[in-house]
């Protein structure tokens, strides 16, 4: 709704700047002075858009409720990655399905961001299903669960699954950023 709102209005000033641009050049007749206004309204209308998206994103997730969760991958051997399914006090809050391409670049390293919300201060907690192709092209599915507290500024967890050479099986974890 906000972000239909912020369109709206930059289609407008997008608008009225160009038309007002036109009809004072049009008299002056230099096509290359009008060129230069509209580019510089099309910079001036990008960067107003990048400061309307921190603002929405500061009025939406204000610090002293903001939550992320993020996905890391370091895998390969033990696992193929299908799905991840999150829970956050027993409200299914984020699930995805990977392609191979996904996979791939989180095991080059990549992260994703699993979730991004708000979640007021207090105990909670956090359960993530993994499901893939384990050792020997088995089905493989797996839970862990983080019991954390939210303080008053901005939490963030990784979810990690991992290979563990120990006993051929991947591993999955809950951390919770410092």
């Known amino acids: 709704?906000?972000?239909?709102?912020f369109s709206l209005i930059l289609s407008a000033l997008l608008l009225?700047?160009?038309?007002?641009?036109?009809?004072?050049?049009?008299?002056?007749?230099?096509e290359g002075s009008v060129a230069?206004?509209?580019e510089e309204l099309k910079k001036q209308v990008i960067r107003l858009n990048?400061?309307?998206?921190?603002?929405?994103?500061?009025l939406l997730f204000p610090a002293s409720t903001q939550f992320a969760v993020f996905l890391s991958l370091d895998t390969g051997e033990f696992l193929k990655l299908d799905a991840v399914k999150l829970k956050l006090d027993?409200?299914?809050?984020?699930?995805?399905?990977?392609?191979?391409?996904?996979?791939?670049?989180?095991q080059r390293g990549g992260m994703q961001r699993l979730y991004m919300g708000?979640?007021?201060?207090?105990?909670?907690?956090?359960t993530v299903f993994v499901e893939g192709i384990?050792?020997?092209?088995?089905?493989?599915?797996?839970?862990a669960t983080l019991e954390f507290e939210k303080g008053t500024g901005t939490a963030a967890l990784e979810i990690r699954i991992r290979d563990r050479s120990s006993d051929y099986q991947?591993?999955?974890?809950?951390?919770?950023?410092?």
């Open 90 to 106: 027993d409200d299914t809050v984020a699930s995805h399905l990977y392609t191979e391409r996904q996979v791939k670049a989180l």
């Open 36 to 38: 230069l206004s509209v």
């Open 134 to 143: 384990g050792p020997d092209n088995r089905a493989y599915k797996q839970a």
């Open 16 to 30: 009225l700047g160009s038309s007002t641009v036109f009809a004072q050049d049009s008299n002056d007749g230099d």
């Open 118 to 126: 708000n979640l007021k201060t207090g105990s909670h907690q956090v």
């Open 50 to 58: 990048r400061d309307l998206f921190i603002l929405e994103e500061d």
């Open 1 to 5: 709704m906000m972000t239909h709102r």
């Open 170 to 178: 991947p591993e999955v974890a809950i951390v919770e950023w410092e």
